[in-house]
């Protein structure tokens, strides 16, 4: 794995910005953890409000859920 990968989604992102929700490493930690599989809203819940709200408005753009 990449050393500058996040280490819960293995992808290189900022740390303000949302974990890759598509990521399977993402999906499948965030399942083994939770009982569930992840939402946008997981993958967003450790980022500010203004992101929150700009990622919501993206996938709502494209159609796509975000809890």
Known sequence: MNPLACKECATVHAPEAPHNMESLNYKY???KANGRWPTWADACSHCSEEIK???KGLL???GIDYA
Do not use: T
């Open 29 to 31: 930690n965030f399942a």
């Open 60 to 62: 709502s753009d494209k």
């Open 53 to 55: 709200q700009l990622v």
